[in-house]
Structure formats: structure tokens, C-alpha cells
């Protein structure tokens, strides 16, 4: 009796671990697409000219995002995050106090060069920010488009193929934009011929 009932705990244990994955995958794969495209900025008013439209895209594993440069200031840099990960978790650690005594001569100037520790929704560190000098810039990257000190102009296109599933966190690593202004975005990246793929 006591094996029987072994087994069905470790059954039911098994499914609870596949379930979620499955569920999450599955969430994507009505339509997956190889390609998507994501406008990286755009032309209305401040702060909406700091924004990704759209904010999140699904792709096949092995596709491709095209971001397009809209505006100036731009520079772009990729990073793996739990699955889990919505907005709000980037969000509320982009709140974190100034602590300098730093009083704002314009909207988030002290703020974007305080130190942010941002952490994903499995409460795992993702970016550490570092303070705003010359030496100590965004840690962590999976992969940053060209140099991460060097802005594109407007209308460049920058691709990017994602050969690995899972959520992926996008981000304009201009302090400006990123800290005060949320500029960042979210790209989901699915096996639909085995949704249990738990890479």
C-alpha cells in the first residue's frame, strides 16, 4: 500500500514539474511565427517615444526579431529571464529610492544615475546597472547590439536570431530611457514540436 502510494505522489509530482512548461509553451504556439517586428522607440510625445511597439512578441526557436530604430539615443541589449517575468517584477526595482539626497532638476536625472539591481520574476539577478560613470556600465548581457556606449540613428534595423526557448527581457541600455522611462520589452521564444521543451 505504502509503494502504491509512493508511486502516485512521484506521478503526480512529475506532472505538476511538465505542466507548467507545457502550459506556458502552449500559451504561445496557437500561431508561431519565424519572424517578428518590433519598432524600438517611436515618434510620439515623451514618455511614449520611450517604448518597444510592441511591447512583447512570440517566435519560433531559431527565428528572428527585427528591432527598427525610432528616434535618437537608442542602443539595444538582450537578456534571459524566468519565464514567469512580467513587467511589473522590472518595474519595481526601477522604483528604488535615489538614497543620494539628489534633488531632480529635471524628471529622473538623479534617479537614472543611481545604482539599479534588477531582478526577474524568479527573483534571480538580471542587470545590475552599476552608477552612471564611464567605467561601470550594465552587467549581465546575453547580447548586446554592437557597442553598448554607441547609439544607432534612427531608421537602422538590428536583428537578432534566438536559438535558445524560453522569455528574453529587451532593453535600451541609454540610462535615460531604461530607468525612468521602463524602455524595455519582452521576446518569447517557443518549441512548438515538443512543448515540453525545457530549455
Not at 140 to 166: C, E, P, W
Not at 184 to 196: A, H, S, Y
Request: glycine share 10%; proline share 4%; hydrophobic share 40%.
Amino acid at each position: 500500500m505504502r509503494t502504491l502510494k509512493a508511486i502516485m505522489i512521484a506521478a503526480v509530482l512529475a506532472v505538476a514539474l511538465v505542466v507548467p512548461m507545457t502550459g506556458w509553451a502552449a500559451n504561445f504556439c496557437a500561431a508561431p511565427v519565424d519572424s517578428e517586428f518590433v519598432d524600438f522607440g517611436s515618434t510620439l510625445p515623451s514618455p511614449l517615444n520611450h517604448r518597444l511597439y510592441p511591447e512583447e512578441v512570440t517566435i519560433s526557436k531559431g527565428g528572428t526579431v527585427t528591432f527598427t530604430i525610432v528616434g535618437g539615443g537608442h542602443r539595444i541589449a538582450i537578456y534571459s529571464v524566468s519565464r514567469n517575468t512580467q513587467r511589473i517584477d522590472i518595474e519595481e526595482d526601477l522604483l528604488q529610492a535615489d538614497g543620494t539626497g539628489c534633488v531632480d532638476a529635471a524628471p529622473g536625472s538623479c534617479t537614472a544615475n543611481s545604482q539599479y539591481l534588477v531582478t526577474d520574476g524568479a527573483k534571480k539577478l538580471v542587470i545590475d546597472t552599476g552608477a552612471n560613470n564611464a567605467t561601470d556600465r550594465f552587467v549581465g548581457v546575453d547580447f548586446a547590439a554592437a557597442n553598448l556606449g554607441t547609439a544607432f540613428t534612427s531608421g537602422t534595423q538590428v536583428q537578432h536570431r534566438f536559438y535558445k526557448t524560453g522569455r528574453y527581457m529587451v532593453i535600451c541600455v541609454n540610462r535615460g530611457h531604461f530607468i525612468p522611462d521602463y524602455m524595455f520589452g519582452f521576446v518569447n521564444v517557443v518549441n512548438c514540436d515538443d512543448l515540453n521543451d525545457a530549455e
